[in-house]
């Protein structure tokens, strides 16, 4: 049997590695770390193809928290993930978030702005002429209202945060091992350690299950525990439109469709309707969405997206929880209860990336002190599933 660890985190992405950075790179912390990714070049993983947002406009208070943290942790990357005085450039564009409503919907955004404000965000809520004074690009009939991010908001280069995140936890010495976790191994409420694809077997202190939308609902079910996790494809559509809006923030319709310029190109995308979206696993592109659900909502609320042009576009999987739509961190699920020596870091449904230095610095706390030291994230445990209390987002879209 191959050599124990003291801690075994199953996937890699970035919640995964964050968690090995702030555990590995903590004081406290003198033990072995592995990280288990089965697909280290991130080809379709949404920690390499996810829009990059980051943000605090949310309507629960951990979120908007989570977001705060993001937004720090981003702004002071060095002090987190710089090696040897070099500071890792992730690309991050402070152009803020800009959320739209309808007069509908004006309530919900305003109470929502309300409970930012509380936890300290910088968010503007500006009225119809507001919005057409500050975003002269768009076309603002049909709208009441929109949510802007002063500071803190913006988004980043997805793949370069992973291989910073990657390259720190190497730099502490973790240790990488390509391989696919296929199960957990159980003894009462502990595991005793992972079972690879490959047959062998390696043991654990402390397993911590990162494995996102492609495994970590099976590997809940090999321990006995069960986690409403689905796999949810999403497109992002490329393209190009010289007079567009290239100072724009990362604008949200109030029909969910979001839109940012990356470069000299824009990039978008838009959740299809719940009845044409199940849980897959393939990697095909649904272009026919773009043209006839993505373009005429671009071009109506940018005039000068009418005259875009598609350049091309990619998809990865969403680790959708479909109970609430939150996130599930904390202690992992097991037949009769939480399990002692396992935890659950999954379900983002979306905002995985931007969640991911909250959500590893909150699981190397639980690790190392049994306790959240920071941020309390408990209303986010697996417990709320188990005891069917929803934590849900008020969204304007």
Same mark, same amino acid.
């Given at each position: 049997m191959p050599r124990g660890y003291d801690v075994i985190i199953c996937g890699g992405g970035v919640n995964g590695c964050s968690v090995a950075c702030f555990l590995g790179g903590n004081p406290s912390f003198s033990g072995t770390i592995a990280v288990v990714e089965r697909d280290p070049t991130y080809e379709h993983a949404p920690s390499a193809r996810a829009t990059g947002g980051i943000r605090q406009q949310f309507s629960t208070p951990e979120n908007i928290r989570i977001g705060l943290f993001g937004a720090h942790f981003i702004k002071r990357i060095g002090e987190y993930l710089g090696i040897d005085g070099e500071v890792p450039d992730v690309g991050f564009r402070e152009q803020g978030y800009l959320i739209l409503s309808r007069p509908d919907c004006a309530a919900v955004l305003s109470e929502n702005v309300t409970v930012q404000h509380a936890e300290g965000a910088a968010i503007a809520l500006l009225d119809q002429s507001a919005l057409a004074t500050r975003f002269p690009w768009l076309e603002t009939n049909g709208l009441s209202c929109g949510a802007f991010g002063e500071h803190d908001e913006g988004w980043l280069d997805p793949y370069s945060l992973l291989q910073a995140y990657r390259a720190k936890a190497h730099h502490l010495g973790v240790t990488f091992l390509r391989?696919?976790?296929?199960?957990?191994?159980?003894? &009462?409420?502990?595991?005793?350690?992972?079972?690879?694809?490959?047959?062998?077997?390696?043991?654990?202190?402390?397993?911590?299950?990162?494995?996102?939308?492609?495994?970590?609902?099976?590997?809940?079910?090999?321990?006995?525990?069960?986690?409403?996790?689905?796999?949810?494809?999403?497109?992002?559509?490329?393209?190009?439109?010289?007079?567009?809006?290239?100072?724009?923030?990362?604008?949200?319709?109030?029909?969910?469709?979001?839109?940012?310029?990356? &470069?000299?190109?824009?990039?978008?995308?838009?959740?299809?309707?719940?009845?044409?979206?199940?849980?897959?696993?393939?990697?095909?592109i649904d272009y026919d969405a773009f043209e006839s659900r993505i373009w005429p909502l671009l071009a109506e609320r940018v005039p000068a997206f009418e005259r875009l042009r598609s350049t091309g576009?990619?998809?990865?999987?969403?680790?959708?929880?479909?109970?609430?739509?939150?996130?599930?961190? &904390?202690?992992?699920?097991?037949?009769?209860?939480?399990?002692?020596?396992?935890?659950?870091?999954?379900?983002?449904?979306?905002?995985g990336l931007q969640q991911s230095p909250a959500m590893g610095r909150a699981t190397a706390e639980l690790i190392l002190y049994g306790e959240y030291r920071s941020l309390d994230l408990s209303r986010m445990e697996y417990q709320r599933i188990a005891r069917n209390e929803p934590l849900r987002e008020r969204n304007c879209y």
């Open positions: 391989e696919e976790v296929s199960a957990f191994e159980r003894s &009462g409420q502990r595991l005793s350690g992972i079972r690879l694809a490959s047959g062998a077997r390696i043991t654990a202190d402390v397993v911590v299950n990162a494995a996102g939308a492609s495994g970590a609902r099976a590997l809940a079910a090999s321990a006995g525990g069960e986690i409403p996790i689905e796999s949810r494809k999403r497109c992002t559509y490329v393209f190009q439109c010289p007079d567009g809006p290239r100072g724009a923030p990362l604008t949200i319709f109030p029909e969910g469709l979001a839109f940012r310029p990356e &470069g000299d190109r824009f990039l978008a995308n838009l959740a299809p309707p719940p009845e044409a979206d199940p849980e897959c696993y393939d990697h095909d576009a990619w998809c990865c999987h969403y680790d959708l929880n479909t109970f609430d739509e939150n996130a599930i961190v &904390g202690p992992a699920p097991g037949p009769d209860g939480p399990l002692e020596n396992a935890y659950i870091v999954c379900g983002f449904s979306g905002h």
